[in-house]
């Protein structure tokens, strides 16, 4: 067809050929390995040296469609000798779908008055989706609904004893029409980027679906300002004083969280190594950690995860590059030794204290250690035990 005898004055011409659309999505990879070649999708060198893509992460949907054609494509350029591989991609990931959490109130039939959940079998209602963002945990907004819909500007409400109103909800796909969206926007606003980074990570395994859930935030928030609170002192001492030399703990605390967090981001474990991030910061607060050498590699470590929060922290520590810039850290498994095992010390069978010895230390000098501990004094009253149980690495029992 002369695609010229399309056109008129008030028209442009049609567009027939729909190969760039079908070919172009599907290939365009390969372009990219060599995108200013004239003669050619990619030269034969080239290609042999960036080979196929390493890793394609899309959802399912997308990515079963976008696969067939991909993989269609790729096979028929190998087949005429085009490029080294046969298939496209070396590795897939589908990301699981956020699903959203959807809030539900109870018109009573015939009315324009709304029950709350734990009353709502007292009456014969009709259920309603209502817009998530005027619901926090649960508990609706009753002035902000009656702006939300010309129908429900005069609405009733009767409340659970406290005076609120308890919405109903259900796990379903995120959908306009189910009223369930959550504007992302809204969110970083109140509790800013790196915390909604952190909690649509810490929901689940990254291949999962997961529903949304606006309350589960505040954790993460509250995470992110006790990083913050870690840190920030360390900047604020107006001289600058030597960094004291890291305690066991400290090293063992750091390092430990550096390889796990390592080997879950290689692993795509997010969700595992946000959880990693919460046990680091809550045990160096409980060491009391105000080390330079500790905090630095930490604020480098989270950096991929929270990018705000650390480039504020790294500036805050006195440097002037971006931490983007700063050496990954590396776990030196000299401090993941076990050198000591804390025991819990019974008396008769219940615990009464806990006590630290080295993993070596022998039986005899274990028993005389426990018999010399002030908190042991007390519960044998001065009397000789009738036997000391010890189970290496387990449990040390005193019968008195």
């Given amino acids: 067809?002369?695609?010229?005898?399309?056109?008129?004055?008030?028209?442009?011409?049609?567009?027939?050929?729909?190969?760039?659309?079908?070919?172009?999505?599907?290939?365009?990879?390969?372009?990219?390995?060599?995108?200013?070649?004239?003669?050619?999708?990619?030269?034969?060198?080239?290609?042999?040296?960036?080979?196929?893509?390493?890793?394609?992460?899309?959802?399912?949907?997308?990515?079963?469609?976008?696969?067939?054609?991909?993989?269609?494509?790729?096979?028929?350029?190998?087949?005429?000798?085009?490029?080294?591989?046969?298939?496209?991609?070396?590795?897939?990931?589908?990301?699981?779908?956020?699903?959203?959490?959807?809030?539900?109130?109870?018109?009573?039939?015939?009315?324009?008055?709304?029950?709350?959940?734990?009353?709502?079998?007292?009456?014969?209602?009709?259920?309603?989706?209502?817009?998530?963002?005027?619901?926090?945990?649960?508990?609706?907004?009753?002035?902000?609904?009656?702006?939300?819909?010309?129908?429900?500007?005069?609405?009733?409400?009767?409340?659970?004893?406290?005076?609120?109103?308890?919405?109903?909800?259900?796990?379903?796909?995120?959908?306009?029409?189910?009223?369930?969206?959550?504007?992302?926007?809204?969110?970083?606003?109140?509790?800013?980027?790196?915390?909604?980074?952190?909690?649509?990570?810490?929901?689940?395994?990254?291949?999962?679906?997961?529903?949304?859930?606006?309350?589960?935030?505040e954790g993460v928030h509250r995470f992110l300002k006790k990083l913050w609170n870690l840190i920030i002192p360390l900047t604020l001492s107006e001289e600058e004083t030597p960094s004291p030399k890291e305690s066991g703990l400290e090293l063992k605390t750091l390092h430990k969280t550096i390889k796990k967090v390592t080997t879950d981001i290689e692993n795509f474990s997010f969700n595992t190594a946000v959880s990693a991030f919460m046990i680091c910061v809550n045990e160096l607060t409980e060491q009391n950690c105000n080390n330079r050498h500790i905090l630095e590699p930490l604020v480098v470590l989270i950096a991929p995860f929270a990018p705000h929060i650390a480039e504020e922290l790294w500036q805050a520590l006195g440097h002037t590059e971006s931490v983007t810039t700063a050496p990954y850290p590396v776990a030196n498994e000299q401090y993941l030794v076990e050198n000591t095992f804390t025991y819990p010390v019974s008396f008769n069978g219940k615990t009464r204290f806990m006590l630290e010895l080295p993993i070596d230390m022998d039986m005899k000098t274990i028993e005389q250690t426990v018999l010399a501990h002030e908190t042991a004094k007390k519960w044998t009253e001065g009397k000789p035990p009738k036997k000391v149980i010890i189970v290496p690495k387990k449990i040390i029992n005193v019968v008195v």
């Fill in 1 to 217: 067809m002369d695609n010229h005898k399309k056109a008129t004055a008030n028209t442009y011409p049609l567009e027939l050929c729909t190969m760039p659309g079908f070919a172009g999505s599907s290939a365009y990879y390969l372009r990219y390995e060599d995108p200013h070649n004239d003669s050619a999708l990619v030269a034969p060198e080239i290609n042999a040296y960036w080979r196929n893509v390493d890793l394609y992460v899309g959802g399912t949907e997308h990515a079963t469609g976008h696969l067939i054609y991909s993989r269609f494509w790729n096979k028929f350029l190998y087949d005429l000798g085009l490029i080294k591989d046969e298939e496209p991609f070396k590795k897939l990931i589908n990301q699981g779908m956020i699903q959203g959490r959807s809030n539900i109130v109870y018109r009573i039939k015939g009315t324009n008055t709304f029950v709350s959940a734990n009353l709502k079998d007292r009456y014969d209602v009709t259920e309603i989706h209502v817009d998530v963002n005027i619901v926090q945990n649960d508990v609706l907004d009753t002035e902000a609904f009656k702006k939300w819909s010309p129908d429900y500007a005069s609405a009733e409400f009767i409340l659970e004893e406290g005076g609120k109103y308890i919405c109903g909800y259900a796990v379903e796909k995120m959908s306009k029409s189910l009223y369930n969206v959550v504007n992302p926007d809204m969110i970083v606003e109140k509790y800013g980027a790196d915390t909604l980074r952190l909690y649509e990570m810490f929901l689940g395994p990254v291949e999962q679906s997961k529903p949304w859930d606006t309350a589960g935030i």
